[in-house]
């Protein structure tokens, strides 16, 4: 029974509440650099997180801090964008390139690291679904109510997209999400081996780590982006199982709330070259949505999975600002969309 136990899955979800979420000022912890006891010479320090150190958290009802990041307009902000980073990423790393974009457009950018990731507690662990959509609902809450009056949009891209998409079922205080390649292919839409071998591995090797290059998978064409992924401490390269399967649970909860997502204007990014969610699964299941004009769908032919750090970053962020502007303008990567949602 012990070796059972120890074989099990781990996960860490949220514990009772014992406090209102609140934002708080944040120190982060040192990055662990174990000495090597064969070591002639004192390790080197690791690499640097990338982007700013977080100096607030939010926290949640368990007392729970989640590193907070934020990247500034110059002036006064028109609207506000809090981003929920992907998989095995964390916030100071996932919005480098889009940042300064969205900051040109007088946006002032909010990240934050979701547990199990970055320097929230529990890293390299999976929370569970309901836990995340819970924090990212608290964390716009606290984010509106610092900045009473400015609109508020939430963004998340690929497990972070799925992520927005299930917490704006319910009543936000945002004005719009934007989901950036959302975790979508739920188990039912891939290929029937894919989670029978994933589950089954959760099941009896939970512990056992999976390459971030298995499948020869590449995740954009910004290769200095890619580099930084690798290098960077606190991304997850080798995700345990249970870890990797929970991501399967977050893609099966976004596919069932996307028909009827969301409770706001929603834009959907996709890019033509992705391989992380393939192109011709994610067409499948946007094409049978129902029809819903507060519903908007573009399409990059060229783009990969991260949208907003590919070479296409800069045509996505002018039609996120375009979008914040005005939900119903018409945007040329529209046109796009419209052409591949047709095609066969």
């Known amino acids: 029974m012990l070796l059972l136990a120890a074989c099990a899955p781990q996960r860490f979800p949220a514990g009772p509440a014992t406090q209102a979420p609140a934002l708080r000022a944040f120190t982060p912890p ?11 010479a004192p390790a080197p320090p690791p690499p640097r997180p990338a982007g700013p150190t977080p100096t607030e958290a939010l926290v949640m009802a368990d007392g729970a801090e989640l590193p907070l990041r934020s990247w500034t307009p110059e002036g006064a902000p028109r609207a506000i964008i809090l981003a929920v980073h992907g998989f095995g990423d964390h916030g100071g790393n996932a919005w480098l390139e889009a940042a300064p974009l969205l900051n040109a457009g007088g946006v002032l950018l909010y990240a934050y690291d979701q547990r199990g990731f970055g320097y929230a507690p529990h890293r390299g662990y999976w929370p569970g679904m309901d836990t995340l959509v819970a924090d990212a609902r608290a964390a716009t809450r606290l984010i509106a109510a610092r900045h009473p009056g400015v609109p508020l949009f939430l963004l998340g891209e690929s497990l972070g997209g799925a992520v927005a998409i299930v917490a704006a079922r319910e009543a936000l205080p945002i004005q719009g999400v934007i989901a950036s390649a959302p975790a979508i292919a739920a188990r039912r839409e891939l290929p029937a081996i894919a989670p029978w071998v994933v589950d089954g591995l959760a099941a009896i090797a939970p512990a056992l780590g999976m390459p971030a290059t298995a499948g020869g998978l590449s995740a954009s064409d910004n290769e200095a982006a890619l580099r930084r992924f690798g290098r960077d401490p606190l991304t997850i390269r080798a995700p345990r199982m249970d870890l990797v399967t929970g991501v399967l649970d977050a893609m099966d909860a976004a596919r069932d709330a996307l028909p009827d997502c969301c409770a706001v204007p929603s834009l959907i990014l996709t890019g033509g070259r992705d391989e992380v969610i393939p192109t011709r699964i994610a067409r ?7 029809d819903r004009a507060d519903r908007r769908i573009l399409h990059y032919p060229s783009g990969w999975h991260l949208l907003l750090r590919d070479a296409v970053r800069r045509q996505v962020a002018h039609d996120v600002l375009a979008w914040i502007s005005d939900p119903h303008a018409p945007l040329a990567s529209e046109e796009a969309a419209r052409r591949w949602l047709a095609a066969r």
Not at 30 to 40: C, D, I, T, V, Y
Not at 284 to 290: A, E, K, Q, S, V
């Open 30 to 40: 040192p990055l662990p650099s174990p000495p090597s006891p064969w070591a002639l």
């Open 284 to 290: 499948r299941i946007l094409r049978g949505l129902p």
